[in-house]
């Protein structure tokens, strides 16, 4: 199975700041990972596919990169909207998420 | 608009049997595959289970499998869940999600439900 680790599992940052989020696979999983949000009492939502594409409606500030087992997520500027849980999953070999980075306000 | 709706959560004894439906509108159905999602109570995502656009394949996560079974009704454009020999771990807001995307692994989950909450008791 492979096993996805995100890192911080939380971190606080004021609106305006430049945040990233990063995980970790426990092996190669090319391109295929998603970036989900979520907020509390709601489903997730798809944020970015396909490691760095973003899914449509997302804000430009939301942006994805990397490749092979690390990955990461960056918010260019964070507004109150953006606080909430995010969640990477790969695709690679079934499905897998990580554990969560939960994002406060500073 | 692209909607999935589940139901069939609620309140289950150990060992009892109970069956999560999720009803799809806005597209078509029958072109799709599926998964169910779980999150146990202030815990992470947890992938349970996947059925193929065609019902020909499933896939389930081990803590579930023997368990869970998946199954869809093209002509009701509803997903279903049947879970059987709950367990207290199986607590948790379940939610249906269509896999989007253009292949074996270029896949990902868009739109999700809004959940439903089993909770096993005795």
């Known amino acids: 199975d492979i096993q996805m680790t995100q890192s911080p599992a939380s971190l606080s940052a004021f609106v305006g700041d430049r945040v990233t989020i990063t995980c970790r696979a426990s092996?190669?999983?090319?391109?295929?990972l998603n970036w989900y949000q979520q907020k509390p009492g709601k489903a997730p939502k798809l944020l970015i596919y396909?490691?760095?594409s973003l899914h449509s409606g997302v804000p430009s500030r939301f942006s994805g990169g990397g490749s092979g087992t690390d990955f990461t997520l960056t918010i260019s500027s964070l507004q109150l909207e953006d606080f909430a849980t995010y969640y990477c999953?790969?695709?690679?070999?079934?499905?897998?998420f990580g554990q969560g980075t939960k994002v406060e306000i500073k | 608009q692209v909607q999935l709706v589940e139901s069939g959560g609620g309140v289950v004894q150990p060992g009892r049997s109970l069956r999560l439906s999720c009803a799809a509108s806005?597209?078509?159905?029958?072109?799709?595959?599926f998964h169910w999602v779980r999150q146990a109570p202030g815990k992470g995502l947890e992938w349970v289970t996947f059925?193929?656009?065609?019902?020909?394949?499933?896939f389930y996560a081990d803590s579930v499998k023997g368990r869970f079974t998946i199954s869809r009704d093209d002509s009701k454009n509803t997903l279903y869940l049947q879970m059987s020999n709950l367990g207290i771990e199986d607590t948790a807001v379940y939610y249906c999600?269509?896999?989007?995307?253009?292949?074996?692994?270029?896949?990902?989950?868009?739109?999700w439900g809004q959940g439903t909450l089993v909770t096993v008791s005795s």
């Open positions: 999600a269509r896999e989007s995307g253009s292949g074996t692994f270029d896949n990902w989950f868009d739109p």
């Open positions: 806005g597209f078509t159905f029958s072109n799709y595959a």
């Open positions: 059925i193929t656009y065609d019902g020909g394949n499933q």
């Open positions: 092996q190669s999983i090319r391109g295929y």
């Open positions: 396909a490691a760095s």
């Open positions: 999953q790969q695709s690679y070999r079934m499905w897998t």
